[in-house]
């Protein structure tokens, strides 16, 4: 019984070491073959990534496709990380690229693509399970009537809370454009929220 009580002792002392790896650490591990560390790397970053894709891509069964995707490359290309930003803003840049080149097979489609990025997000965010019905309803359709180049920034910024100099490194634009992208996606949200009776937000 004691031994079964030390191994046990001894396997959540490893999960525990393991769950504060930095995500640096677990691409060196990734890159050298080890599956336990791209599980815990996954099991991370796997719900940011998904929502991240699915603000724009507007369909879940595509958001967790590509979230896959996404993913699998980090297995195939872990080496390739060179340390230049944090890994969360790494993958948050490939799944941009992803979600940009799913968006550009999908135009053949006969949607309007103006309407599709007019859609109200439905993804379920903590916002929407505080209060699916009033103010987090309102923001999130505001959001969605921005251009899709102001509602990334608004995305990556106070979704993700990622800086202006991540920002820039994921749309690959100075940081001087992301300020001026902020200043007019926040201009532009404002007078929304204005619109939609909700003052206090667009102070």
Not at 40 to 68: G, K, Q
Not at 113 to 142: K, M, N
Request: aromatic share 6%; net charge neutral; glycine share 4%.
């Amino acid at each position: 019984m004691q031994n079964v009580v030390a191994i046990n002792a001894a396997a959540r002392q490893g999960i525990i070491a393991a769950q504060a790896t930095s995500d640096e650490a677990l691409l060196e591990s990734i890159a050298a073959g080890g599956r336990n560390a791209m599980h815990i790397l996954y099991s991370r970053h796997h719900v940011r990534v998904y929502r991240f894709i699915l603000r724009m891509v507007r369909d879940p069964s595509t958001a967790e496709d590509l979230t896959s995707q996404v993913f699998l490359d980090v297995w195939r290309t872990a080496s390739q990380f060179q340390g230049r930003s944090q890994v969360s803003t790494w993958l948050l840049s490939i799944a941009r690229f992803k979600a940009l080149t799913a968006l550009r097979q999908r135009r053949h489609e006969d949607v309007d693509q103006e309407e599709i990025l007019e859609i109200a997000d439905e993804a379920e965010t903590p916002e929407a399970c505080l209060d699916r019905s009033s103010t987090s309803a309102i923001l999130r359709a505001c959001v969605a009537q921005l251009s899709p180049a102001h509602r990334e920034i608004i995305n990556l910024v106070y979704y993700h809370e990622k800086s202006v100099e991540e920002a820039g490194l994921i749309i690959g634009i100075p940081q001087s454009t992301v300020k001026t992208r902020m200043f007019y996606a926040r201009k532009q949200l404002a007078d929304l929220l204005k619109v939609a009776g909700i003052e206090s937000l667009a102070a």
